[in-house]
């Protein structure tokens, strides 16, 4: 049914910062008493007491619930119902990707308020409602969604700084194409991920996650490389997990988003990460909506700065056939934004757009290119 109304969606609260999961009972309390901390096991082994330590020292009625498997109905449901008779009214996942979004199914299933708390900043999830849910082949089956975004997103920037550098790099990369996706989604006919047309806050939000990467990216991955906390750090984490939530959930997602069906399963390509996939995707959207040289070139130059791909050879798919090249837009094509663009979407402009990509990374050799991080 279409609606001629627009909505916006976004966390309750955010808090960022160095240690900020030290007082994460306190920011918890807010949104519920008896909290389930629902935690990845291998961030459990590492970081031990420092998840824990202010439930202790609060004396908060708190469970510990390790996670582990993939994110799938039957995982989420064996999670859940461990905990089901306990009464727990706010689940806080804490680690990364994964664990949040088991945890999500967990606070869905329970009925729950949901606080993220991640470790690295790979991506937006933390903000979101939705889920991604799999199937036993990790072939990505269904989005789900919690009733309202997470009540409060905890962002400990110590944490993320000491983590490797790929994840900060996998999350610019799925942050610096919200700006072309908004903007795609605004100029075109396309929902957001609310189901409606997009407020001007999309792209005004995402304007402002472009730019804020495009002054500090660079210089972010340089310090988290030297394990160093900086300035330049705690914007870039703000602009990945933050201003790139808000804006792809209010803004809406594109082309760039859309690559990220194929290349999850292509040979090579399938090994890296989410922001990895988006980068490049980006590029193609790019070719396909016929971008001026200019714009590419800024947006090339910015990805091969901070170690992001820019042709398939640069995450592991060298020499791509014409059959490989038609099975990642053959995949795009079944993504549910695939019409959230100005442009002409079949597979053959696809195919024809990635071309053009993989033609502009030949023009640029003998330089060489990136190589994208597993």
Request: aromatic share 4%; net charge negative; hydrophobic share 45%.
């Amino acid at each position: 049914m279409t609606v001629d109304y627009r909505q916006f969606g976004a966390p309750r609260r955010y808090i960022q910062g160095p240690d900020v999961i030290r007082d994460l009972a306190s920011f918890v309390a807010e949104h519920g008493r008896r909290p389930l901390v629902v935690v990845d096991e291998f961030v459990l082994a590492t970081l031990g007491s420092v998840v824990t330590g202010s439930f202790e020292e609060s004396g908060t009625d708190y469970e510990v619930l390790t996670c582990s498997g993939d994110v799938t109905r039957p995982n989420i449901a064996e999670h859940a119902a461990l905990v089901r008779d306990r009464r727990r009214d706010v689940v806080v996942g804490i680690g990364g990707g994964k664990a949040l979004d088991l945890a999500k199914g967990i606070a869905i299933d329970l009925g729950a308020e949901m606080v993220t708390c991640p470790t690295i900043a790979s991506n937006d999830g933390p903000t979101a409602r939705i889920l991604a849910i799999y199937n036993e082949s990790h072939v990505l089956c269904e989005v789900g969604n919690l009733e309202f975004n997470p009540s409060c997103v905890v962002v400990d920037t110590a944490l993320i700084a000491r983590a490797p550098v790929q994840f900060l790099i996998s999350g610019i990369g799925d942050a610096v194409a919200k700006k072309f996706e908004a903007d795609a989604c605004r100029l075109g006919t396309g929902n957001t991920m609310q189901g409606t047309r997009p407020l001007d806050i999309g792209s005004i939000v995402t304007a402002g996650c472009y730019d804020m990467l495009a002054t500090h990216a660079v210089d972010a991955v340089k310090a988290v490389e030297n394990d160093e906390l900086t300035p330049a750090v705690e914007s870039v984490v703000e602009a990945v997990v933050l201003l790139s939530g808000i804006g792809y959930e209010n803004g809406g997602l594109s082309i760039a988003h859309c690559m990220t069906r194929g290349l999850m399963a292509g040979r090579g390509t399938r090994s890296v990460l989410h922001g990895y996939h988006v980068a490049y995707g980006l590029l193609v959207q790019l070719a396909l909506e016929r971008h001026h040289d200019d714009v590419v070139g800024e947006v090339t130059d910015l990805l091969s700065a901070v170690q992001l791909p820019t042709s398939l050879a640069d995450m592991g798919m060298h020499d791509a056939t014409p059959d490989e090249i038609r099975e990642l837009a053959v995949a795009a094509m079944s993504a549910p934004h695939i019409r959230n663009t100005i442009a002409e979407v079949t597979v053959e402009t696809l195919v024809a757009a990635i071309e053009t990509v993989e033609a502009r990374a030949l023009e640029r050799a003998p330089k060489e290119p990136p190589r994208a991080r597993a």
